[in-house]
C-alpha cells in the first residue's frame, strides 16, 4: 500500500465539520502544558527542567540542552515530541555533568523556566497528560451547535494518530517503505524510530477506522483487550456483561487497538479483524516482524476533560481542555 490518503485523514466519529476557522494563526493561538504527575526529587544526578518553548522543534531543544550540559544528544530525557508551531511548556533531564546554572539557560524559541535536581532520567511517555488552550479564529459557523457537539465529545473521541505522527507529505511512512524494500535502515536512530512508529500508527488507525465504521469504536466487544482509564493497564475481555458496558459507557475503561508487533493480543473475531485490516500493509508488517517489535495495545478513545469554550469577537477559545496520555502496554 502507497496510497497514505486513508491513514491521514481518517473518517470521524462525530460527523462533518460545523462550521471553519484559522488555527494556529499564531503560536500563541495552540498552547500546551505537560502535567507529569510527579515533582522533582530534589537530589540526584540529573536536572529536571520545565521549558518553554515557541516554535521551536522538541529535539532540536534537547540537542541544544545537551550542549549546555556537556551531555550527548541521547542522554537528554523528554517525555513527548510536542508541536512545533505552538507555545509549549515541557520537561527534559540532562545529565548533572556540568556547572550551569540551568535559570539563566535560553536560546532561540526556548528559555528554561524551572530547574531542580531529579534522580532518573525522563523516559517517553512518563507524563499523566497534557493541557491545552486553543484560540480558533473567525469562526463561521452556529456557536450553538459545536456547543452540543463539545457535549459529544466529552463522551471520548476517537484516539487516532494525527498528522504529525506520520511526517510531512507522510515522509515517515515512505521511509519505513523505503527501509523494508532496501533492507538499509536509515542512518540516523531518531528516523528509524519514527519510521516504526508511523507504520505501527498506521495500522492502528486503519482498525480504529475499522470500528468507527461499524460503531463499536467505543464499546467493548468479546476478544477485546480493555484499557484502565487513565493508566496502562490492560486486560483480557472474553465475554461482554452488563458491569463491563457500564464501566465502558462511563469512560471507566475504554476498548483498544493493536499498535502492531510481535502478536496480536486480541481474541477471536477481532483478532480476525485486525489481522485483516493490517494485512493492508504487508511491507509494515514484515518490517516490524523484521525488527521485533513487541505488540502493544493502545485505547482506541481518549478521554478529554474539563473542555470549555467561549465566543470572543469572532473568535472561539477552548479552555482548559486536557487529554490523558496512555502508554502502550502489552497485555496482562
Given at each position: 500500500?502507497?496510497?497514505?490518503?486513508?491513514?491521514?485523514?481518517p473518517?470521524?466519529?462525530?460527523?462533518?465539520?460545523?462550521?471553519?476557522?484559522?488555527?494556529?494563526?499564531?503560536?500563541?493561538?495552540?498552547?500546551?502544558?505537560?502535567?507529569?504527575?510527579?515533582?522533582?526529587?530534589?537530589?540526584?544526578?540529573?536536572?529536571?527542567?520545565?521549558?518553554?518553548?515557541?516554535?521551536?522543534?522538541?529535539?532540536?531543544?534537547a540537542?541544544?540542552?545537551a550542549?549546555?550540559?556537556?551531555?550527548?544528544?541521547?542522554?537528554?530525557?523528554?517525555?513527548g515530541?510536542?508541536?512545533?508551531?505552538?507555545?509549549?511548556?515541557?520537561?527534559?533531564?540532562?545529565?548533572?555533568?556540568?556547572?550551569?546554572?540551568?535559570?539563566?539557560?535560553?536560546g532561540?524559541?526556548?528559555?528554561?523556566?524551572?530547574?531542580?535536581?531529579?534522580?532518573?532520567?525522563?523516559?517517553?511517555?512518563?507524563?499523566?497528560g497534557?493541557?491545552?488552550?486553543?484560540?480558533?479564529?473567525e469562526?463561521?459557523?452556529?456557536?450553538?451547535?459545536?456547543?452540543?457537539r463539545?457535549?459529544?465529545?466529552?463522551?471520548?473521541?476517537?484516539?487516532?494518530?494525527?498528522?504529525?505522527?506520520?511526517?510531512?507529505?507522510?515522509?515517515?511512512?515512505?521511509?519505513?517503505?523505503?527501509?523494508?524494500?532496501?533492507?538499509?535502515?536509515?542512518?540516523?536512530?531518531?528516523?528509524?524510530?519514527?519510521?516504526?512508529?508511523?507504520?505501527?500508527?498506521?495500522?492502528?488507525?486503519?482498525?480504529?477506522?475499522?470500528?468507527?465504521?461499524d460503531?463499536?469504536?467505543?464499546?467493548?466487544?468479546?476478544?477485546?483487550?480493555?484499557?484502565?482509564?487513565?493508566?496502562?493497564?490492560v486486560?483480557?475481555?472474553?465475554?461482554?456483561?452488563?458491569v463491563?458496558?457500564s464501566?465502558?459507557?462511563?469512560?471507566?475503561?475504554?476498548?483498544?487497538?493493536?499498535?502492531?508487533?510481535?502478536?496480536?493480543?486480541?481474541?477471536?473475531?477481532?483478532?480476525?479483524?485486525?489481522?485483516?485490516?493490517?494485512?493492508?500493509?504487508?511491507?509494515?508488517?514484515?518490517?516490524?516482524?523484521?525488527?521485533?517489535?513487541?505488540?502493544?495495545?493502545?485505547?482506541?478513545?481518549?478521554?478529554?476533560?474539563?473542555?470549555?469554550?467561549?465566543?470572543?469577537?469572532?473568535?472561539?477559545?477552548?479552555?482548559?481542555?486536557?487529554?490523558?496520555l496512555?502508554?502502550?502496554?502489552?497485555?496482562?
Open positions: 500500500m502507497t496510497d497514505f490518503t486513508a491513514v491521514l485523514h473518517p470521524r466519529a462525530y460527523g462533518a465539520p460545523l462550521g471553519g476557522a484559522r488555527l494556529r494563526a499564531v503560536p500563541e493561538d495552540f498552547c500546551v502544558r505537560e502535567w507529569s504527575g510527579f515533582e522533582a526529587d530534589g537530589e540526584g544526578d540529573h536536572w529536571l527542567l520545565k521549558v518553554r518553548k515557541r516554535e521551536a522543534n522538541t529535539l532540536w531543544v540537542k541544544q540542552l550542549r549546555t550540559g556537556n551531555a550527548h544528544p541521547k542522554d537528554v530525557g523528554f517525555a515530541i510536542k508541536d512545533r508551531h505552538a507555545l509549549t511548556e515541557q520537561s527534559f533531564t540532562v545529565p548533572a555533568r556540568a556547572d550551569v546554572d540551568w535559570s539563566q539557560v535560553r532561540e524559541g526556548f528559555e528554561v523556566i524551572a530547574a531542580a535536581r531529579h534522580r532518573r532520567k525522563l523516559k517517553r511517555g512518563a507524563l499523566k497534557n493541557d491545552f488552550e486553543i484560540v480558533l479564529r469562526f463561521s459557523g452556529d456557536f450553538s451547535r459545536l456547543q452540543d463539545l457535549a459529544e465529545i466529552a463522551k471520548g473521541v476517537p484516539n487516532y494518530f494525527g498528522p504529525q505522527r506520520f511526517g510531512r507529505e507522510a515522509n515517515n511512512l515512505h521511509t519505513a517503505m523505503q527501509w523494508m524494500q532496501t533492507g538499509q535502515p536509515p542512518y540516523d536512530r531518531h528516523d528509524r524510530s519514527f519510521a516504526l512508529s508511523a507504520a505501527r500508527a498506521a495500522i492502528f488507525n486503519a482498525v480504529l477506522a475499522t470500528r468507527i465504521a460503531g463499536t469504536w467505543n464499546r467493548l466487544l468479546p476478544g477485546d483487550v480493555a484499557n484502565l482509564d487513565g493508566s496502562g493497564s486486560f483480557a475481555v472474553q465475554e461482554v456483561d452488563e463491563l458496558t464501566r465502558c459507557t462511563e469512560l471507566d475503561i475504554h476498548p483498544t487497538g493493536p499498535m502492531w508487533g510481535s502478536a496480536s493480543k486480541a481474541a477471536g473475531d477481532l483478532a480476525q479483524l485486525e489481522a485483516k485490516v493490517a494485512a493492508q500493509f504487508p511491507e509494515f508488517l514484515a518490517l516490524l516482524d523484521r525488527e521485533r517489535l513487541e505488540a502493544e495495545r493502545r485505547p482506541l478513545r481518549m478521554r478529554v476533560d474539563n473542555l470549555n469554550c467561549a465566543l470572543e469577537e469572532g473568535n472561539v477559545r477552548l479552555l482548559p481542555s486536557s487529554s490523558r496512555i502508554r502502550h502496554r502489552g497485555s496482562a
